[in-house]
T-cell receptor, first 113, second 115 residues
Framework: KNQVEQSPQSLIILEGKNCTLQCNYTVSPFSNLRWYKQDTGRGPVSLTIMTFSENTKSNGRYTATLDADTKQSSLHITASQLSDSASYIC????????????FGTGTRLKVLA | GAVVSQHPSWVICKSGTSVKIECRSLDFQATTMFWYRQFPKQSLMLMAT?????????EQGVEKDKFLINHASLTLSTLTVTSAHPEDSSFYIC???????????FGPGTRLTVT
């Protein structure tokens, strides 16, 4: 069964600290993996997209890694800011006729001053 | 970049009335659009998939007569919540799939409150 699991479910950190969010997936065949940031009351916004051959991709203070062998991905946030408080969703796209997106349950991050 | 808009961004309606939500792809043609529902502190739940010019495919447990979906053009899909009840209050998000690269782009969401 195609699944995407994220951990932790929620996380509280102090402003300026770093954090890492985890994503494990069982989606096969794999097409790509995206990390989205969703602010409360807004739609998801794409942070990074990674294909099978990519190990690391950065977008400002966000760095995503992908290990296609172990089917794991991580999102590292450096020098967190209050505006980083949001839900972070890992989404895997299947390489199939429907190109279906499989959503993780998300990690809710709260950055405190 | 690809932009998807939704209208309205929020709506309050009385129980028993119907409300229509629009989803538009502004700079690409969307052969397929998806409608999601999101409850507080939960991830997005796919409600239905619509292909332009054909009937929508609903996920298990979603009432097709209650959530009417129309995808009449390559840039517009609408979701109509009929005879709304307070339990239909939720955040509704659409996404549009680019017919050329098969990537999905999400709209900003619509907050529906049924009183």
């Amino acid at each position: 069964k195609n699944q995407v699991e994220q951990s932790p479910q929620s996380l509280i950190i102090l402003e300026g600290k770093n954090c890492t969010l985890q994503c494990n997936y069982t989606v096969s065949p794999f097409s790509n993996l995206r990390w989205y940031k969703q602010d409360t009351g807004r739609g998801p916004v794409s942070l990074t997209i990674m294909t099978f051959s990519e190990n690391t991709k950065s977008n400002g203070r966000y760095t995503a890694t992908l290990d296609a062998d172990t089917k794991q991905s991580s999102l590292h946030i450096t020098a967190s800011q209050l505006s980083d408080s949001a839900s972070y969703i890992c989404v895997v796209r299947a390489q199939s006729g429907t190109y279906k997106y499989i959503f993780g349950t998300g990690t809710r991050l709260k950055v405190l001053a | 970049g690809a932009v998807v808009s939704q209208h309205p961004s929020w709506v309050i309606c009385k129980s028993g009335t119907s409300v229509k939500i629009e989803c538009r792809s502004l700079d690409f043609q969307a052969t397929t659009m998806f409608w999601y529902r999101q409850f507080p502190k939960q991830s997005l739940m796919l409600m239905a998939t619509s292909n332009e010019g054909s009937k929508a495919t609903y996920e298990q447990g979603v009432e097709k007569d209650k959530f009417l979906i129309n995808h009449a053009s390559l840039t517009l899909s609408t979701l109509t919540v009929t005879s709304a009840h307070p339990e239909d209050s939720s955040f509704y998000i659409c996404s549009a799939r680019n017919g050329q690269n098969y990537e999905q782009y999400f709209g900003p969401g619509t907050r529906l409150t049924v009183t």
